[in-house]
């Protein structure tokens, strides 16, 4: 099972350890769309797969 985001933007975000995954859902959103996201923000955007 996987964590999976998949951003506005089109790029999808995908990883098996979850801290891993939050870590580069924030990383994403602040290298590309220079925003904070909250650990409660990417897990209400996250789906399992
Ligand atoms: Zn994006």
């Not at 996987?2 to 995908?14: D, H, K, L, N, S």
């Not at 590309?32 to 789906?47: C, F, I």
Request: net charge negative.
């Amino acid at each position: 099972m996987a964590y999976v985001v998949t951003c506005p933007c089109g790029v999808t975000i995908r990883d098996n350890d979850l801290e891993q995954f939050v870590k580069a859902v924030q990383q994403h959103g602040k290298d590309v769309h220079n925003q904070d996201a909250s650990r409660e923000q990417v897990l209400a955007m996250a789906r399992e797969e």
